[in-house]
């Protein structure tokens, strides 16, 4: 226990130095501020486009539910694969 606590804390005692080597840091915040970026414009262009989508569909074509369905879901799925996919590659 006190060699997992040493290791998190170094010098014995807990800290926020971290967090300020993590603010200081001009790629770290930039990186920050693209994801978040890139995260509204995927929210804003899946309401934007899905949205009425799924209001047409249930009016006027139930049967294409299911691939609606899908449609909806892959901008939910494919950014988190990317990622991985971009973190293994590195």
């Known amino acids: 226990i006190c060699s997992i606590a040493f290791a998190v804390f170094p010098g014995g005692s807990f800290s926020l ?3 300020h080597v993590l603010g200081s840091d001009a790629k770290l915040s930039s ?3 693209r994801t978040l970026l890139i995260t ?4 804003a262009v899946l309401i934007a486009a899905l949205v009425p989508a799924v209001v047409a569909v249930h009016l006027w074509a ?7 369905e899908i449609l909806c879901t892959l901008p939910l799925v494919v950014p988190p694969i990317a990622l991985v996919a971009g973190v293994v590659a590195i």
Not at 40 to 43: D, F, G, L, S
Not at 62 to 68: A, D, F, Q, S
Request: net charge positive; no cysteine; charged share 20%.
């Open 17 to 19: 130095d971290a967090f």
């Open 31 to 33: 990186a920050i501020v």
């Open 40 to 43: 509204a414009v995927t929210i």
């Open 62 to 68: 139930p049967r294409l539910r299911t691939v609606l």
